[in-house]
């Protein structure tokens, strides 16, 4: 398998042309979901340009976003986070790097490493016409080089709704370091961004250890 770095450098070139910085340097937003909300958060509260992350709910209803509710697996929710970034610092792509090749394995459907459910599926919530196409591309590329032995199942879908989760969730594993969970699956997540994308991490990251 290539290296991550290697990767990245293919998808650079390839999308370059079809997808430049935009020119304005108005914030803008994405959520991501790929697994347990705590590790995806951490990693890209991590990211510098990324301005604020929420952990939440979003492909479901505002009635049934609530944590007990949404662990049942059936309300079409999936646990996300809410990225708001300035493009003019890190790119959409460049969050698609830290997304595909380090948050999550986005082979897995309807689970992420010990989380079973549809609740944790890997989908990409776009919030504007041009986040769309350049996600489609961008799992293009990651297929056609091989990336992954597996289908890539993440599916690519407009945000309806995004539901903030209860106030424990919200920087979990910044709180809760020594937390089994965090320590097992989200930790090394942060250090694989540390090692594969370091030009990406925020001086202010935690964890620098």
């Known amino acids: ?25 108005q914030q803008q937003r994405v959520v991501l979901a790929g697994g347990c909300f705590w590790g995806m958060q951490l990693v890209f509260e991590s990211l510098r340009g990324v301005d604020r992350t929420v952990a939440g709910y979003a492909g479901g209803q505002a009635a049934t976003a ?9 309300t079409g929710h999936a646990e996300s986070v809410e990225v708001t970034y300035d493009p003019a610092r890190i790119s959409f792509k460049q969050l698609l790097d830290v997304y595909f090749l380090v948050a999550h394995d986005p082979t ?55 539901y903030a989760a209860e106030k424990y969730h919200q920087d979990f594993a910044v709180h809760n370091p020594e937390n089994p969970y965090i320590v097992i699956n989200d930790i090394p997540k942060l250090q694989k961004l540390r090692r594969e994308f370091p030009q990406l991490v925020n001086a202010d990251a935690p964890f620098k250890s």
């Open 66 to 74: 609530q944590y007990e509710t949404v662990s049942t697996g059936t």
């Open 108 to 162: 897995e459907l309807n689970r992420q490493g010990p989380d079973d459910g549809t609740q944790y599926r890997s989908e990409i919530f776009y919030t504007t016409d041009e986040q769309r196409p350049e996600a489609l591309r961008y799992i293009a590329h990651l297929q056609t080089q091989g990336v992954y032995s597996s289908k890539i199942v993440t599916i690519v879908a407009p945000l309806h709704g995004f």
């Open 1 to 25: 398998m290539r290296s991550l770095r290697a990767i990245a450098g293919i998808l650079i070139l390839s999308l370059a042309a079809a997808a430049p910085l935009p020119a304005a340097t």
